[in-house]
């Protein structure tokens, strides 16, 4: 035996780490230094992924002028151009057409025999259908089809061949004179022709018979003679691509509208566009739903269709207001396949977008233009000069219709009676008018998250409080895995269930859901005064946290009551009374409608409320409950020593110590919330609105990527604006989650121990 004098020295070896624990230590230090690394790499990554796709949306229309071409032969009445923009025709009212090759700078004259002979006072061009109408001064109309066709050779050669299709002649049998303005509208089967004379102002309806043999025969169905209806000097006149209205522009700057859909012209609306200037030209936009209008000044509005509240016809209105065009006579050419256009006076030339309002591109010709077209592809347009000048200009102008107000602010689109937040990115036509609002997937993403957070934070807090700071040990080794599990509940499952079985079933039980949500706290609160006053020898039964067991039997037995008198609670307070035979009917679902003027959708907030709720109880129950766990025992013990109750124990040191944890985990809720996918998408409409009723739908952010993203085209716009809509979603949790960073270490600092 040693004796405690000679002890053995201690060996310094065993304080020493083995190398392969040292290797191991460096190893894994360096590893997750590079791990941290990649996640900021991959993060700024993305951000920077989504801001490349974004930055293009905001950039304005790129035109590159090409040279001038000179044809002589005096000044065009008009040009146009074919769809790929290589063969532009001049007309200058004669019994030809030019065609241009720009390939090699040559000509070629196509004759148009039905005009050999006649002397053309009046041409306007429909590049629709590349159709040129024609007035004598005879009094007739007509008009003819430049027909392009692309032919291929043996060697695969693409050559564009152009010929003219004649159409008949027409006697306009009223008015006197040689004809001076004419517009033409081709529905199809049904066509119009707006034609003003010297003297009179009339509107030719046509038709077209089908026949077994042969193509359908166009012919005159009948004349209306509009000149007294309209009464006055005629200015400027325009008929609508469909065949089904004409307007008609006065001296003194009164437009009058015509519907002749139902055969004979009907006036529908007289309105002086621009206060009493004379309106100078009329055109129709890609659509045929708004009409570009120009002053004689070169101020320039452009009037939409609407349907005013409580009227069956739809009349113009004023939607937008562009910069004046300047001095000299306008040019105008629509798009045919955006709701763009080309526009300008005195060399002075624009493209401008009508949903988006802006001037996409502002320049300058080489000469004055008096004639312009736009290609069929949307990639050239042409101006033609009075000295017979050509000139292309390509352009590139993907986004349009994007911009900051189309994204952010009130827009006024084509049919709407005012300006508006909206989403809808696609349409059933091809002349569809984008909206690309985000407001409405804002305030839906802000909208579901506070009504999920409303539900879940009282549950969720109250429950880690009481887990924490009175459940016994042994009941809270089972409450808290059960609750973390719930975390790993898959998103689409609580979506699924709150669709197909929740939906359905609060359809119909609000009042019962009213009952329970105020008869549960009141009855709790209720259940602790009356237990408070019980003597020492009953509430010892239930010590030590227990005293849920008394609670729980009262909660259950008041809420099936209260869910029970739902009923009876409609009958009393929520009736619905039919406007047409004064019967009254308790049922909410009518109720609300006619009480407050919102909707009533089955699968609306309230159902999003309680799914997304319950996926967010799990994360800040489990947050909260483990900071409220973590305040140092001493702290409580020394409260408790001072003569402190339990509940005041919680509320002067627990949660207050507590706090930048709970309000991390609030923070986190709310990231869970507001960044949820597969519950909005399938227990909601899923429907983009601007309102905050608890008993409508929504569409958040999150969830119009994901159900929008796989079927938009790469590069369009869009595509790129559900990336501008990630990157709003990812600005939003960012700001916040930066503010709730500032306030946490507030708290932190408040409430720290010294």
Request: aromatic share 10%.
């Amino acid at each position: 035996m040693t004796s405690p004098d000679h002890q053995p020295a201690p060996d310094p070896k065993r304080f020493e780490v083995s190398k392969g624990t040292l290797w191991l230590d460096r190893v894994m230090t360096h590893l997750i230094s590079i791990g941290g690394l990649a996640v900021i790499l991959a993060v700024f990554g993305i951000f920077f992924f989504i801001v490349k796709e974004i930055i293009p949306l905001f950039s304005k229309a790129h035109v590159e002028a090409e040279k001038v071409i000179e044809t002589p032969g005096g000044k065009p009445l008009l040009i146009g151009v074919d769809e790929w923009g290589e063969r532009p025709f001049l007309y200058r009212g004669d019994a030809e057409i030019v065609i241009l090759n720009l390939e090699d700078g040559s000509r070629e004259v196509i004759p148009v025999p039905s005009l050999e002979g006649v002397e053309v006072t009046a041409a306007s061009y429909d590049p629709v259908h590349q159709r040129i109408a024609v007035g004598l001064a005879d009094g007739r109309v007509g008009s003819f089809l430049v027909v392009y066709k692309t032919e291929f050779s043996d060697d695969g050669k693409r050559t564009v061949v152009t010929s003219v299709e004649a159409e008949p002649w027409f006697e306009v049998g009223s008015g006197e004179g040689a004809v001076k303005k004419l517009g033409y509208g081709d529905g199809g089967s049904k066509r119009i022709i707006l034609v003003a004379r010297e003297r009179g102002i009339s509107v030719i309806r046509l038709g077209q018979k089908k026949s077994l043999i042969g193509k359908a025969k166009l012919t005159k169905l009948g004349v209306n003679d509009l000149t007294e209806t309209v009464g006055g000097e005629v200015t400027s006149i325009a008929a609508s691509q469909n065949g089904k209205a004409v307007l008609i522009g006065k001296a003194d700057g009164t437009v009058c509208y015509f519907l002749t859909e139902a055969g004979e012209p009907t006036l529908t609306q007289t309105f002086q566009p621009f206060g009493g200037k004379e309106v100078a030209r009329m055109d129709y936009l890609f659509g045929g739903v708004s009409v570009a209008m120009t002053a004689v000044d070169g101020e320039q509005r452009v009037f939409s269709l609407f349907r005013p509240e409580g009227s069956s016809d739809r009349v113009f209105g004023q939607t937008k207001t562009f910069p004046e065009i300047g001095e000299g006579v306008p040019i105008f050419a629509a798009s045919l396949r955006k709701k763009a256009f080309l526009t300008g006076a005195g060399g002075d030339l624009s493209i401008r977008h009508l949903t988006s309002g802006t001037v996409r591109w502002q320049g300058g010709a080489e000469f004055e233009a008096v004639s312009a077209a736009i290609d069929g592809k949307n990639e050239h347009f042409f101006i033609a000069g009075a000295e017979g000048q050509v000139q292309r200009f390509s352009f590139e102008d993907h986004h349009p219709e994007a911009g900051f107000t189309a994204f952010f602010g009130k827009v006024w689109y084509e049919g709407g009676s005012e300006p508006v937040y909206q989403w809808q990115s696609t349409g059933g036509s091809d002349d569809f008018e984008p909206k690309l609002s985000l407001v409405p997937l804002i305030i839906g993403s802000l909208k579901g998250t506070f009504y999920a957070l409303l539900f879940s934070v009282p549950i969720a807090l109250l429950a880690a409080v009481f887990s924490a700071a009175f459940l016994p040990a042994d009941m809270k080794r089972v409450v808290k895995p059960a609750m973390e599990i719930m975390a790993s509940l898959p998103s689409v499952v609580l979506g699924f269930l709150a669709g197909i079985w929740l939906a359905p079933i609060l359809d119909d039980k609000v009042p019962s859901i009213i009952l329970v949500c105020l008869s549960l706290p009141i009855s709790a609160l209720l259940v602790g005064v009356v237990w408070s006053r019980q003597p020492m020898a009953v509430r010892g039964k239930f010590e030590g946290g227990r005293e849920w067991m008394v609670l729980l039997p009262v909660l259950l037995g008041v809420g099936y009551l209260a869910w029970s008198l739902g009923p009876a609670l409609e009958k009393l307070l929520f009736v619905y009374k039919d406007p047409t035979t004064g019967a009254t009917i308790a049922d909410f679902r009518l109720w609300w409608p006619q009480a407050t003027g919102s909707s009533y959708d089955q699968r609306n907030s309230l159902v999003v409320g309680f799914a997304m709720g319950f996926a967010v109880i799990p994360v800040i129950f489990t947050i909260s409950e483990d900071s409220l766990s973590n305040v140092p025992k001493t702290l409580t013990a020394a409260a408790s020593a001072l003569g402190a109750s339990r509940w005041q124990v919680v509320r002067s040191i627990i949660i207050p110590v507590a706090s930048p944890g709970i309000f991390s985990a609030l923070m986190i809720g709310f990231g869970r919330a507001v960044g949820e996918t597969m519950i909005v998408v399938m227990a909601t409409g899923n429907t983009p609105v601007t309102e905050w009723n608890i008993f409508s739908g929504m569409r958040t952010l999150s969830a119009n990527i994901a159900v929008e993203l796989p079927e938009a085209a790469p590069g369009s716009t869009h595509y790129r604006t559900l990336f501008l809509g990630a990157l709003v979603l990812f600005v939003l949790t960012f700001i916040l989650n930066s503010v709730a960073e500032v306030l946490r270490q507030h708290l932190r600092e408040k409430n720290k121990l010294v």
